[in-house]
Each structure stands twice: as structure tokens, then as C-alpha cells.
């Protein structure tokens, strides 16, 4: 055939590279038995170089018999092209290969928050399946995030096209999140997760046992300030009991009238709180000794049972006292101060 009559489909063929000549042959043969297009890419062998991919397109015409008669087109070096769709494709590979490898959930959205992709990770942490998310948007597959933290997160940095990080507690899970979320160049986002419940709880164990440890600390400290206090304290009580002991001892009869003691029998006995009866007697002591300004002092004290009938109101209780027996405790000094009624009076 001559070669203004075109290139004999044998050596067309044979020119191509051995992978891709089935690729040809079967687009050839569609063409001409359906009368219809050829688009094919294949590629072609260069001695010393790499091989050019070529895109080929053409038709298949019949004459009016029926018979295939030509078979027009034409073909386009896409080799520039190929070699970035395949660079693409190498980085677009390694970019997933690096999603899928992380421990951290991922995910991207559209400007729709439609979910695009998700890697492995992300689909064990939600529990969740690519094909029952794609497509679908955030607030429709997980509702419960609607009026959350997470809506306001999204929307704003959709928004302002600014990236984001915060921890987020999903109630209805009962699990806290650490989330990042970036604008991506196409108008949506993307969204990386990780699970930090355990992290949680260890912080707040750990805040825990420091409160402890204040606390502990705190009651150390109070501990250790009373114990210095009841020290001191034993201290100046050790002076005084001694002081009193030996006052006890050494006591003569010059010293004795000043202690008169004028006690009733033992019937004399009532049902109080010691306490407060040495309460009582030692305040009136301590007013007779002051008391006692011009010399040496004495101070009586007397008890006596006493049986007082009929009832009568007291002058100095201002109240009925019944009838009955009654038991009395007197203390007198004869210091300066104003005389007293008799205490038998009051009853």
C-alpha cells in the first residue's frame, strides 16, 4: 500500500508497545464493525528513551454496500500529561498509604460536609463504614453533633478558612476527643481524631491523688502545729502543776487559814458537769483574790444540804424555788466589795 494511502495496519500495530496492542486491536475492531469512534491511549517503545504514550482517535466509516471502507484519524503525543498523571497518582498514593498507616482517625469533608474519605483508623474509632458515609454529611450521619462544640469547630473554620484544635466530650458515647480540623484548597475540610478517654481518666486520677497529696500535706502541717502548741502548752502546764503541787506540800499553818474549807456531809452530792462546777468555783476564787487588795485574804467555802419548805419566790432568781432539798454552795472573801445577801436567802 502506498503511503499516501495510509500505514498498513501490521506495522501499525507492531509499532506498539506488546502490553497495549490488545488495547488497539480490540478498539479497532469495535470501531469497524459498528461503524462508530476509536479512542484509545497506548504506548511506543523508543530505542534509548523512555516510551511515548499517544492518544489516538478516529471512525470507522462503510460505503454504501455496507463494507468498511476508511478508517480516518488522528493521534496526539500525551506523554507530558501521563508522566504527571502518574506523579500524581505516586503522591496521591503515598499521601493514603500515610493516612492509612497512622493511629489517628481521618476524614475529609466538602463544602457541603459531605464525607469524602476516611482511613482505617477513623472507621475503628467511630465504628463506622466508608460506603455508609460517603456522600452523606456529618450532621445527618452523626445528628447528635448538631448544636455542639463540633458544629461551631466546623463552621468556623469552613468559615474562615483557618485551622482549629480542641477536646470534645461525646455525651451520648461518654468518650472525649482531640480534634484538628484544617481547610482544605477545595473549600472543605480536613479532620483528624483520636480517642483520649484513657487519658482522661489517668488526669483525672492523677489530679486526684495530688489533691490527696495537699491534702495530706495540709493536715501534716496542722498536725505539726498542734503538736508544737500542746508542747508549748505542756510546757507552761508543767510549771504551773508543779507550782501547785509543791504549793499543796509545802502549805503551813501560817498558809492554811487562807484555804477554809467548811464542807457538809456526803450527802451533799448533785448531778452536774464537773467541769463547769471547777469552772465556777475557780472564776469566784480568782474575783476574791483580787479582791483581797489591803493584806492577806481569806476565802470560805461551805456546802451544805439544805431543806427548804414551804415554796417561796427568790430574790435573787427571781423565780419560784420549790419545795424540796436543795444542796448549797457558798464562796466568801473578805476582800473589798459590796455585801452580800445570805445564799440561804436565795433558796
Request: glycine residues 6%; charged residues 25%; aromatic residues 8%.
Amino acid at each position: 500500500m502506498a503511503a499516501r494511502d495510509g500505514v498498513p495496519s501490521a506495522d501499525y500495530i507492531a509499532a506498539i508497545h506488546p502490553d497495549d496492542q490488545h488495547i488497539v486491536v480490540d478498539a479497532t475492531q469495535h470501531a469497524i464493525a459498528t461503524a462508530g469512534p476509536y479512542v484509545v491511549e497506548f504506548r511506543l517503545p523508543q530505542k534509548n528513551a523512555p516510551d511515548l504514550w499517544i492518544y489516538a482517535l478516529g471512525h470507522a466509516y462503510w460505503d454504501e454496500q455496507g463494507v468498511p471502507a476508511r478508517f480516518p484519524g488522528a493521534a496526539m503525543d500525551i506523554t507530558h500529561r501521563k508522566n504527571l498523571e502518574n506523579e500524581l497518582k505516586t503522591e496521591h498514593d503515598r499521601a493514603q498509604s500515610i493516612l492509612e498507616s497512622i493511629t489517628d482517625g481521618f476524614f475529609t469533608l466538602d463544602s457541603e460536609f459531605r464525607f469524602i474519605y476516611m482511613n482505617q483508623a477513623g472507621e475503628q474509632i467511630l465504628g463506622a463504614r466508608p460506603e455508609d458515609l460517603h456522600g452523606k454529611s456529618v450532621w445527618d450521619a452523626y445528628p447528635e453533633t448538631v448544636g455542639t462544640q463540633i458544629e461551631k469547630e466546623y463552621r468556623r473554620a469552613m468559615r474562615d478558612r483557618a485551622p482549629g484544635a480542641f477536646e470534645w466530650l461525646f455525651m451520648e458515647w461518654q468518650r472525649w476527643f482531640a480534634i484538628k480540623v484544617y481547610p482544605t484548597p477545595d473549600g472543605g475540610l480536613s479532620v483528624y481524631f483520636r480517642d483520649i478517654t484513657e487519658q482522661k481518666k489517668r488526669e483525672e486520677l492523677e489530679h486526684e491523688r495530688q489533691e490527696q497529696l495537699r491534702e495530706s500535706a495540709r493536715l501534716e502541717s496542722l498536725g505539726l502545729m498542734a503538736g508544737g502548741i500542746a508542747h508549748d502548752f505542756n510546757n507552761l502546764l508543767t510549771a504551773i502543776v508543779g507550782n501547785a503541787s509543791l504549793l499543796a506540800r509545802y502549805a503551813t499553818e501560817k498558809t492554811a487559814p487562807f484555804i477554809d474549807l467548811q464542807l457538809g456531809s456526803s450527802n451533799c452530792s448533785v448531778e452536774a458537769d464537773m467541769t463547769q462546777i471547777h469552772q465556777i468555783i475557780l472564776n469566784l476564787l480568782l474575783n476574791a483574790a483580787e479582791a483581797a487588795t489591803e493584806g492577806p485574804g481569806k476565802v470560805t467555802i461551805r456546802t451544805e444540804l439544805i431543806d427548804r419548805r414551804p415554796a417561796r419566790v427568790s430574790p435573787h432568781l427571781q423565780s419560784p424555788v420549790l419545795e424540796g432539798r436543795y444542796v448549797l454552795l457558798e464562796l466568801r472573801d473578805n476582800g473589798i466589795g459590796t455585801a452580800g445577801r445570805d445564799p440561804e436567802e436565795n433558796l
